[in-house]
């Protein structure tokens, strides 16, 4: 072929990267890897193959981790922590940056090992895995260094069990070692069965950087592995993966009073407008679905595109699909590598192929023999289509059609996941209309596939909770450095022997979307004060109650649009209403405790005052990223919480419930105090004089522990507050996992509601998430 040729065809001939580095480094290990524990790679035990998914040549051989491989790892783990923690910040950022460094120095050999070991194309690894990587370290480096004087009365959990999955190895191990870290706890890390050879790789590297014996340590294996360190006396887990996996990890972790974030599933919208640059949509679009072989967990799988456009927009991802390249990953050429194991391209396979609906075309293009997939596109689905509801996790996108914006949201927010989603229009107004209205963490307007260390990422809905990212990430590895107290349990007061009963009996119902209702049920009980005075009845909730207050609740989602101010002059409404009724509550308290209530009903008011205050201003905030454009952190409410509130302090703990949740804009359902609920009830008529709407607050009185099962199983309720007087935790988060809904518990430990740890910004954050809107400006 002549030079002219060449120009004349234009065609890529291959490019291929070296991998003889990479092929020495194994060899230097005899191509045979032990775990690392304790600063050394121990002996091997019984191995699997790690193998190359484009040739389906075995690499290496690796250990498979036993319980007591996990245990050993603990141990050093736990040896290794309070050193760890007591180092200065500036001494734990300067591990951080020569990790940095390091991955920098090294960053093609890490590049060409995660590119044989996951199939992924070596563009991809070099020019976004790896620098993406070295960025995290660099970062946390600058907020351990910052830690001390940004956060303090914080101190690390203590040891981090990490959990990692295949189709990012060495990023997913940055995004969990990295912060755990930089606040001074220890990790035992267990990465994916299929790609475990770039963990390896960094624990050598972290001796280079001289990193004290036992504060990182990987242990490899399949699945087996992975449980026995959920089981293990780890302090929290950090995982990403499957939806089904994290489910099981939340039911396992239940009541053990450990932390838990969880990074799972996805089913990404990617919206194109009738204004949209179409071609760009197009370039965007093989980035949202074919990056990594579609093996994203926030890939753009779900393309809607707006009718008027349709068929010019899928005639030109058509054609675009068709110029995509399959091949040797290694190959700088490649757009297309590997799916990364043969059971995974079997999963694909059989979901494109088991369904009978839509449209299917695959890219005219050469598709290898071995564990390739071409790009596919399905057209004509229905929104309850199984290939529009599941992820695929493969080079496959489904696609629909809407007319109006109204129908883009309504059909992107019809899943059950909500981790990201990417709009396209050229019009900022509607891009900013339409960006807080989409259900997932993180939205991306004109672009897709943006990350940073600074900015948070993670979802809402089934896709787990948690933020990777940010401080917001950096937080979910610290706790409160004050030593808990133990929760005492209080009791009702019996029946006496011979009652007090007033001439005119009072019996309090429930209040439900501004009413107030009789129980379900239709059952009562007495509640006795101090000295054997009957004070009267409450109403019995049941499961129906429930199911009533959470409909009203959602009846009343207006509330979230409320501006800021206006929410804030409701709660100063409310704080005015129950000052003016001040003594009334305090002789309430006084007669239900045998306790002087002036003293709580003044905190009450006070606390009304500080969200108030809060309400408008919880700011976000604009996040420093290397593009040009921003990154905008908006603080979204969470949704429907229902709250056990504690049984001391029975109205200041009520307040300091309710008032961070709605002045965020949630609406709420509560469950008070079980021995002294009068106090809430009589809150009834100060919330209907304050202007509030109705459905915001929903109390239900009743029995903490049967309300709050059906409350955290409810799969239209978001989150769940645990403050009850007894310890119901292990219940609440069990109960949760049918719906991954957060949950805030005590864990047996009690608070001082009178005092700072009563209030604050813990609880402003458990009241809202944190939405990430990337928005690039330029031509």
């Known amino acids: 072929m002549t030079v002219r040729d060449i120009f004349d065809a234009m065609s890529y001939g291959p490019a291929p990267e070296s991998a003889t580095e990479a092929q020495a480094w194994l060899d230097g290990h005899s191509r045979t890897f032990g775990h690392f524990i304790d600063g050394v790679f121990v002996k091997p035990g019984e191995t699997f193959a790690t193998r190359n998914p484009a040739t389906g040549a075995e690499l290496a051989q690796v250990t498979q981790g036993t319980e007591a491989d996990v245990a050993k790892a603990i141990a050093a783990a736990r040896r290794a922590q309070p050193k760890w923690a007591a180092l200065p910040g500036h001494a734990r950022a300067k591990y951080l940056y020569a990790l940095a460094r390091l991955v920098q120095k090294h960053s093609r050999l890490f590049a060409v090992l995660e590119t044989l070991d996951n199939g992924k194309p070596i ?357 409160p450095a004050a030593k808990p107290r133990a929760l005492k349990p209080i009791a009702a007061f019996p029946e006496p022997a011979t009652p007090e009963a007033p001439g005119l009996d009072r019996t309090a119902k429930l209040y439900v979307g501004g009413k107030q209702a009789r129980p379900d049920g239709g059952y009562s009980r007495a509640v006795w004060g101090p000295k054997g005075a009957l004070l009267g009845h409450v109403g019995l909730g049941n499961r129906k109650d429930i199911r009533n207050a959470v409909e009203a609740a959602h009846a009343a989602k207006g509330w979230a649009k409320t501006s800021a101010h206006a929410r804030a002059q409701v709660i100063y409404y409310i704080a005015e209403n129950l000052s003016a009724r001040a003594a009334e509550f305090a002789a309430r308290l006084h007669a239900m405790t045998g306790t002087r209530g002036e003293a709580e009903v003044e905190a009450a008011i006070e606390r009304l005052f500080t969200y108030a205050a809060w309400a408008d201003k919880w700011d976000g905030a604009a996040k420093s990223v290397p593009i040009r454009g921003i990154a905008l952190a908006m603080n979204e409410p969470v949704g429907v919480i229902g709250a056990l509130c504690p049984d001391a302090a029975p109205l200041l703990g009520l307040i300091s419930v309710m008032a961070p949740a709605i002045a965020m804009g949630n609406t709420c359902v509560l469950v008070p105090s079980a021995p002294f609920p009068l106090a809430a009830t009589d809150l009834y008529q100060v919330l209907d004089t304050s202007d509030l709407p109705g459905g915001v607050v929903n109390i239900v009185t009743g029995n903490p522990a049967d309300l709050g099962k059906t409350l955290a199983g409810h799969m239209d309720v978001d989150a769940v507050w645990s403050f009850a007087g007894a310890n119901l935790s292990r219940m609440i988060e069990a109960e949760s996992a049918a719906n991954l809904k957060r949950t805030w518990v005590n864990d047996g430990r009690a608070r001082d509601w009178m005092g700072p740890e009563g209030e604050g910004r813990a609880f402003l954050r458990r009241a809202t998430e944190v939405k990430t809107v990337w928005v690039p400006y330029g031509e």
């Open 123 to 479: 563009r991809e690894s070099r020019d976004i895995d790896v620098p993406l990587v070295a960025r995290h370290f660099y970062y946390h480096a600058g907020l351990a260094q910052l830690l001390a004087a940004e956060q303090p009365g914080m101190a690390p959990v203590g040891v981090c069990g990490a959990i990692i999955p295949w189709n990012f190895p060495l990023l997913m191990l940055a995004w969990k070692v990295a912060p755990a870290l930089a606040v001074g706890n220890t990790v035992v890390l267990k990465p994916a069965e299929y790609t475990p050879l770039t963990a390896l790789l960094f624990a050598e590297i972290s001796r280079e950087a001289g990193l004290p014996k036992g504060v990182l340590n990987i242990v490899t294996g399949d699945g087996a592995t992975g449980a026995a360190l959920v089981a293990a006396p780890v302090d929290k887990i950090a995982f990403t993966g499957s939806t089904e996996v994290g489910r099981r990890i939340r039911t396992a972790t239940a009541g053990r009073g450990i932390a838990l974030t969880l990074e799972l599933g996805g089913k990404s919208p990617y919206i194109v407008f009738d204004d949209a640059d179409l071609d760009s949509a197009v370039e965007g679009l093989v980035d949202a679905i074919w990056f990594n072989q579609g093996q994203v967990c926030c890939a753009g799988s779900r393309l809607l595109v707006q009718e008027g456009v349709a068929a010019r927009f899928h005639e030109k991802l058509k054609r675009r699909m068709d110029g995509l390249r399959l091949g040797d990953p290694l190959d700088k050429c490649i757009d297309v590598g590997a799916i990364v194991d043969p059971v995974q391209l079997a999963a694909i396979t059989a979901m494109v192929d088991g369904s009978n609906e839509g449209e299917v075309y695959r890219a005219a293009t050469p598709v290898p023999t071995g564990c390739f997939y071409p790009p596919t596109l399905i057209t004509g689905l229905s929104a309850a289509s199984r290939l529009m509801q599941e992820e695929i996790f493969g080079p496959v996108l489904v696609s629909m059609t809407f007319r109006t914006p109204g129908e883009a949201v309504e059909l992107a927010n019809n899943t059950r996941y909500g981790l990201a989603a990417t709009l396209w229009t050229e019009n900022i107004n509607l891009a900013l209309d339409v960006a807080p209205k989409l259900k997932a963490g993180v939205v991306w307007v004109n672009g897709t596939n943006m990350f940073d260390a600074a900015a948070a990422f993670g979802g809402v809905r089934e896709s787990g909770f948690g933020r990777e990212g940010g401080w917001e990430g950096l937080l979910a590895y610290l706790k």
